[in-house]
């Protein structure tokens, strides 16, 4: 099979010519992509495809990474891919960007990862304080009950990540009478 991606309709429309091999029967009809014949990247019908048809589409011209929307369309459909496939995809769009574009794209990205690596910190830091508030707030009121807490057991309160445990164990202390009813045997 010969595949050929043309950013012109009238280049695409030559070479939609069949090639004659001098076989009989065996003449080579290429498959010819441009910005009229590539399905649409954003269609829901075409979503298992969606990586590869983004490529095509900004290689035939049918996305113009000169509007936003298109760039935003592109990065959405390689979000989600392995890092070889990501960087092959990554040229091939690259090299059929503008300089203007490319250093739009480049930009949207940044901002989309300081955002994700933001958020990502953000919500593991105020998770960490969460848990290091409810192990503080067990201690307190074990010593407030009189109950005197090993350093081994203090450093499992102290670790625990786990809120769910630390809420339980929190409960338990509110009533226990001893160690082993908060912590168990």
């Known amino acids: 099979m010969?595949?050929?991606?043309?950013?012109?309709?009238?280049?695409?429309?030559?070479?939609?010519?069949?090639?004659?091999?001098?076989?009989?029967?065996?003449?080579?009809?290429?498959?010819?992509?441009?910005?009229?014949?590539?399905?649409?990247?954003?269609?829901?019908?075409?979503?298992?495809?969606?990586?590869?048809?983004?490529?095509?589409?900004?290689?035939?011209?049918?996305?113009?990474?000169?509007?936003?929307?298109?760039?935003?369309?592109?990065l959405a459909s390689l979000a989600n891919l392995d890092e070889s496939r990501l960087a092959t995809y990554t040229v091939l769009v690259r090299s059929a960007a503008s300089e203007s574009a490319r250093q739009a794209l480049e930009d949207l990205i940044t901002t989309k990862f300081s955002?994700?690596?933001?958020?990502?910190?953000?919500?593991?830091?105020?998770?960490?304080?969460r848990a290091e508030g409810e192990a503080s707030s067990i201690l307190r009121v074990l010593a407030a009950r009189g109950l005197e807490v090993p350093d081994k057991v203090r450093e499992q309160v102290l670790s625990c990540t786990d809120i769910s445990q630390l809420e339980t164990w929190t409960v338990r202390a509110a009533t226990a009478t001893s160690l082993e009813e908060v912590f168990g045997a």
């Open 115 to 129: 955002d994700d690596f933001v958020d990502r910190f953000r919500a593991e830091g105020e998770a960490k304080g």
């Open 2 to 74: 010969l595949l050929v991606i043309c950013l012109n309709t009238a280049t695409a429309s030559r070479c939609r010519v069949p090639i004659v091999t001098g076989h009989p029967g065996f003449d080579l009809v290429p498959l010819v992509i441009d910005s009229v014949t590539i399905p649409d990247p954003s269609s829901p019908t075409t979503a298992t495809a969606r990586p590869e048809l983004a490529v095509l589409a900004v290689l035939a011209g049918a996305l113009d990474l000169s509007q936003d929307s298109a760039r935003r369309l592109v």
